[in-house]
């Protein structure tokens, strides 16, 4: 046997308490609200009972879930691509030595030290659209000054849902393609969620540029250099040197990103709430109020159960790579 | 002129002129970002007689602090100010930031220079508790605060931070000391220092730099929590200020200029830190991406 070294004991002890509470606060629980997610626990006082997926059959046909699954992928998309295209556009402005580099740089990334709340509640009052016939208020008042009066409109006050209608010619052809499916409100986007989408781009897009002003400065400028020899103009260097370059920096971007944006929580309750016809409302939301506002115990755990699973298909994968990496270094 | 000469020019010009144009998208980004902040402290600084939503843009008639004073102090009878819930913010932040920093510390020590058998695996299982949507632990944890009597209380909420915030304080000491060189713990294991001696001989004192990080991105995402306070907190007394500024928003008591002033003073602790620590700030952000 060996024996055992009493320090080998203080180190696993050291970490003990840390790796216990994780246990306990992280997976445990998890555990705790998937189970609950399957009883029929709906009032304050808990209900046990197990009734199978029954819980989950019913969130699925929930109108308001179904449109706030809908809100969430198209939010994902749009502060995605808006954060990813913004942060590469600035962090490539950034990399071109400019003068006042540092100051603009704090500029950008300023806003990743606030919170979601004091952003909701800026955001809010700028994109109120005003009282029609009062005039306009916010960015509207700034479009009307600026003499592009053209671009009011109602921000996150719009109901619109933008749709592919199964009248109309292309829901017609999807129809005959099999995917008339497709042409129906519950893929469609409510424009509401624009302005949300603007926060939260607002917030995150310097921390996306960060990530690609420090990538572009890992590549070595002889790389560069050795295609500029090569008779490669600017353009060309950047879509065939730098770009396959900073793939994993995208990669990590989009998790990183996409996994707050499946979160999103703060932002929507300061800014606009559930919205008109729920067009600003994400599953968080309703998790919150249906379960600590409506007692709806069982419904809220497997919306919570959904939003895990949601992230963990982003989270795990990059998670076990990164690990792997690491270790083979 | 010469060909020569002529092209030099040229080249000159194009130079120019699209340098002029990266200046002009860089300032309109810039301004872009700067135009809440502007509002923000524009709007808090009009007199009340002043303050319209139709003139928003409008520069201030002078310098007037009213609005800050009503955000801080509240109006008796209307609406409570927010001075008593920032200071609940700096009671949770402060101790809830120490502790997990040293937490995440040890961690980090015991990961990077005591490697036993499965802390290879311990360290991803401990990572994925920060990207955890915390709704799926809310139900549970609620409870749990309830049971052992914590719910609703500042040290709840420190406690809640604690364990929440050591996926982050772990990965972000693991990393800072496994570049450290591991010459520098074998040395001293040679000359007979225990497992507590390396680390308060050797490690801690090269510790700050790492401490800094960790304590701006604890002390930044404490600050500037919401979910769990305002799940754990219901008595307005108890409340941190990201609470109450969203209450104080949400009333329709409450004039919009002190809301903006409010935001601005619920701000304004990150922001400082950020203004003068942005370095380290930066630091934390690139270690909330995994690859230090």
């Given at each position: 046997m060996?024996?055992l070294?009493?320090?080998?004991v203080?180190?696993v002890?050291?970490?003990a308490p840390?790796a216990?509470?994780?246990?306990?606060?992280v997976?445990?629980?998890?555990?705790?609200?998937?189970?609950a997610?399957?009883?029929k626990?709906?009032?304050?006082l808990?209900?046990?009972?197990?009734?199978g997926l029954?819980?989950y059959?019913?969130?699925?046909?929930h109108p308001r879930?179904?449109i706030?699954?809908r809100n969430t992928?198209v939010?994902?998309?749009?502060f995605l691509?808006?954060?990813?295209v913004?942060?590469f556009?600035?962090a490539?402005l950034?990399d071109?030595?400019?003068r006042?580099?540092?100051?603009?740089r704090?500029?950008?990334l300023?806003?990743?030290?606030i919170?979601?709340?004091v952003?909701g509640?800026v955001?809010r009052w700028l994109?109120n659209p005003?009282?029609?016939g009062?005039?306009?208020t916010g960015?509207n008042l700034?479009?009307d000054?600026?003499g592009l009066?053209?671009l009011?409109?109602?921000?996150f006050t719009d109901p619109?849902?933008?749709?592919i209608?199964?009248e109309s010619?292309?829901?017609?052809l999807?129809?005959r393609?099999?995917?008339g499916?497709?042409?129906?409100p519950n893929?469609g986007?409510?424009?509401g969620?624009?302005?949300v989408v603007l926060?939260?781009t607002w917030q995150m897009?310097?921390?996306?540029m960060?990530?690609y002003?420090?990538?572009?400065?890992?590549?070595p400028?002889?790389?560069?250099?050795?295609?500029?020899?090569?008779?490669?103009?600017e353009?060309?260097?950047?879509?065939?040197?730098?770009?396959?370059?900073?793939?994993?920096?995208t990669l990590?971007a989009?998790?990183?990103?996409?996994?707050i944006?499946?979160?999103?929580?703060d932002l929507?309750?300061?800014?606009?709430?559930?919205?008109?016809?729920f067009?600003t409302d994400?599953?968080a939301?309703?998790m919150w109020?249906?379960t600590?506002?409506?007692?709806h115990f069982?419904?809220?755990?497997?919306?919570a159960?959904?939003l895990?699973?949601?992230?963990?298909v982003?989270?795990?994968?990059?998670l076990?790579y990164s690990?792997r990496?690491e270790?083979?270094l | 002129?010469?060909m020569?000469t002529r092209?030099?020019i040229g080249s000159f010009r194009g130079?120019?002129?699209?340098?002029?144009?990266?200046y002009?998208?860089?300032?309109?980004?810039a301004?872009?970002y700067?135009?809440?902040?502007?509002?923000l402290?524009?709007t808090?600084?009009?007199?009340f007689?002043?303050?319209?939503l139709y003139?928003?843009w409008?520069l201030?008639?002078?310098?007037h602090f009213d609005?800050?004073?009503?955000?801080?102090?509240?109006?008796p009878g209307e609406?409570?100010?927010l001075s008593?819930?920032?200071?609940n913010?700096?009671?949770l932040t402060v101790?809830?930031?120490?502790?997990?920093a040293?937490?995440?510390s040890?961690?980090g020590?015991?990961l990077?220079k005591?490697?036993?058998?499965?802390?290879d695996?311990?360290?991803p299982?401990?990572?994925?508790?920060?990207?955890i949507?915390?709704?799926?632990?809310?139900i549970p944890l609620?409870q749990?605060?309830s049971k052992?009597?914590l719910?609703?209380?500042?040290p709840?909420l420190i406690f809640i931070h604690?364990?929440?915030?050591?996926?982050?304080?772990?990965l972000?000491?693991?990393?800072y000391?496994a570049?450290?060189?591991?010459?520098?713990?074998e040395?001293?294991?040679?000359?007979?220092?225990t497992?507590?001696?390396?680390?308060?001989?050797v490690?801690?004192p090269?510790?700050m730099?790492?401490?800094?990080?960790?304590?701006?991105w604890?002390f930044?995402?404490?600050?500037?929590?919401f979910l769990?306070?305002?799940?754990?907190?219901g008595?307005?007394e108890?409340q941190?200020?990201?609470?109450a500024?969203?209450?104080?928003?949400?009333s329709?008591v409450?004039?919009?200029?002190?809301?903006?002033a409010g935001?601005?003073l619920?701000?304004?602790p990150t922001?400082l830190v950020?203004?003068?620590?942005g370095?380290?700030?930066?630091?934390g952000?690139?270690a909330?991406?995994?690859?230090?």
């Amino acid at each position: 046997m060996r024996r055992l070294n009493w320090e080998r004991v203080a180190s696993v002890l050291l970490i003990a308490p840390s790796a216990l509470a994780i246990a306990i606060f992280v997976y445990g629980f998890i555990g705790f609200t998937g189970f609950a997610s399957l009883t029929k626990w709906d009032q304050l006082l808990p209900d046990f009972t197990l009734v199978g997926l029954h819980n989950y059959q019913k969130l699925f046909a929930h109108p308001r879930f179904q449109i706030d699954l809908r809100n969430t992928i198209v939010f994902t998309v749009l502060f995605l691509g808006s954060c990813l295209v913004i942060g590469f556009l600035l962090a490539v402005l950034l990399d071109q030595r400019i003068r006042g580099e540092g100051l603009f740089r704090s500029i950008y990334l300023f806003p990743m030290a606030i919170s979601f709340i004091v952003t909701g509640v800026v955001w809010r009052w700028l994109l109120n659209p005003g009282i029609a016939g009062a005039g306009s208020t916010g960015v509207n008042l700034l479009f009307d000054k600026a003499g592009l009066g053209f671009l009011k409109w109602g921000w996150f006050t719009d109901p619109t849902v933008l749709y592919i209608h199964p009248e109309s010619g292309v829901g017609q052809l999807l129809q005959r393609v099999g995917l008339g499916a497709l042409a129906n409100p519950n893929f469609g986007m409510s424009v509401g969620i624009i302005s949300v989408v603007l926060a939260a781009t607002w917030q995150m897009s310097g921390y996306t540029m960060a990530l690609y002003l420090a990538g572009l400065r890992a590549i070595p400028d002889e790389l560069r250099e050795a295609a500029r020899v090569d008779g490669a103009t600017e353009l060309k260097i950047l879509r065939h040197v730098v770009l396959p370059l900073l793939k994993p920096i995208t990669l990590s971007a989009i998790i990183i990103l996409g996994h707050i944006s499946l979160k999103i929580y703060d932002l929507v309750v300061a800014m606009t709430g559930p919205g008109p016809g729920f067009s600003t409302d994400v599953p968080a939301y309703f998790m919150w109020e249906t379960t600590f506002e409506g007692n709806h115990f069982s419904r809220g755990a497997s919306i919570a159960t959904v939003l895990l699973l949601m992230v963990a298909v982003l989270i795990v994968p990059y998670l076990v790579y990164s690990t792997r990496t690491e270790a083979e270094l | 002129m010469t060909m020569q000469t002529r092209k030099l020019i040229g080249s000159f010009r194009g130079v120019r002129w699209s340098r002029l144009l990266i200046y002009a998208v860089l300032t309109a980004f810039a301004l872009f970002y700067l135009m809440p902040v502007y509002v923000l402290i524009v709007t808090g600084m009009k007199s009340f007689a002043e303050v319209s939503l139709y003139r928003m843009w409008n520069l201030p008639s002078g310098l007037h602090f009213d609005s800050y004073v009503r955000a801080w102090f509240g109006s008796p009878g209307e609406f409570r100010g927010l001075s008593l819930n920032f200071m609940n913010s700096v009671y949770l932040t402060v101790p809830a930031t120490l502790i997990s920093a040293m937490l995440g510390s040890m961690n980090g020590y015991v990961l990077s220079k005591w490697k036993f058998r499965g802390s290879d695996v311990l360290f991803p299982l401990l990572l994925f508790g920060m990207f955890i949507p915390y709704q799926s632990i809310l139900i549970p944890l609620m409870q749990t605060l309830s049971k052992i009597g914590l719910y609703g209380t500042i040290p709840g909420l420190i406690f809640i931070h604690v364990v929440y915030g050591i996926p982050i304080t772990t990965l972000i000491f693991r990393n800072y000391y496994a570049a450290l060189p591991t010459e520098l713990v074998e040395a001293a294991k040679i000359d007979g220092a225990t497992i507590f001696g390396i680390y308060r001989h050797v490690l801690f004192p090269l510790s700050m730099p790492g401490f800094v990080v960790v304590m701006i991105w604890q002390f930044t995402s404490i600050w500037n929590d919401f979910l769990f306070a305002v799940t754990v907190t219901g008595n307005p007394e108890v409340q941190p200020i990201t609470v109450a500024l969203n209450n104080l928003a949400g009333s329709f008591v409450v004039e919009w200029n002190v809301q903006m002033a409010g935001a601005l003073l619920a701000a304004l602790p990150t922001l400082l830190v950020y203004i003068f620590l942005g370095r380290y700030f930066m630091r934390g952000l690139m270690a909330g991406s995994l690859k230090g």
